[in-house]
């Protein structure tokens, strides 16, 4: 499977700052993901970051507010803009499609803590 | 809307006990299926996946997969207590991008 880093491991920001978030593959990857979990609850799906083109959110995210690049097949960010305290939060970045699978493998997730 | 649902548990066993984690899915269309283990404050890591019916095995782990009734299972044997984990349930359709459970947080006792 392939490694994945995220900067920074975790981060407590005041509200109304952003922060951007950022994942690197050792691999080029076919996909990668953006999630949120919060304590104690499952993943959240914010959205898929699409090389060359503008990514895909789910219901209930948008660009405003989680800006996703994603400039090449081993690269991504996600900034939380303009963030309050319910911004606070694990935010994991996974990829999938390494070897032809579509399993996915999550990065080591940043914590952010907004005061 | 596509739903995983697990039991929250916990799930409590002894060492050396089979540990056996259930989960059902609502979309009939669904064609990949994985077990992810996290622990506390670390990030989900895959463990096992599985497209047919039936088991696939994996060491201590067996994944049972039944398409008709929707539910795909992990039995972990002789389970240790650093098996203690939450352990979510993912199931993904033809975009590949799967729908995650709320887990089932599994306490292996000594």
């Known amino acids: 499977s392939a490694v994945i880093s995220q900067k920074p491991s975790r981060d407590i920001c005041q509200r109304g700052t952003s922060l951007t978030i950022q994942c690197q593959v050792d691999s080029q990857v076919t996909m990668m993901f953006w999630y949120r979990q919060q304590p104690g609850q499952s993943l959240t799906l914010i959205a898929t970051a699409n090389q060359g083109s503008e990514a895909t959110y789910e219901s209930g995210f948008v660009i405003d507010k989680f800006p996703i690049s994603r400039p090449n097949l081993t690269f991504s960010t996600l900034t939380v803009s303009n963030m309050s305290p319910e911004d606070s939060s694990i935010y994991l970045c996974?990829?999938?499609?390494?070897?032809?699978?579509?399993?996915?493998?999550f990065g080591p997730g940043t914590r952010l803590t907004v005061t | 809307q596509k739903e995983v649902e697990q039991n929250s548990g916990p799930l409590s066993v002894p060492e050396g006990a089979i540990a056996s984690l259930n989960c059902t899915y609502s979309d009939r269309g669904s064609q990949s299926f994985f077990w992810y283990r996290q622990y506390s404050g670390k990030s989900p890591e895959l463990i096992m996946s599985i497209y047919s019916n039936g088991d696939k095995e994996d060491g201590r782990f067996t994944a049972q997969l039944n398409k008709a009734s929707q539910y795909v299972s992990l039995l972990i044997r002789d389970s240790q207590p650093s098996d203690s984990a939450t352990y979510l349930c993912a199931v993904a359709g033809g975009s590949y991008i799967p729908t995650f459970g709320r887990g089932t947080s599994l306490i292996v006792h000594p």
């Open positions: 996974s990829v999938a499609g390494t070897g032809g699978s579509y399993e996915q493998y």
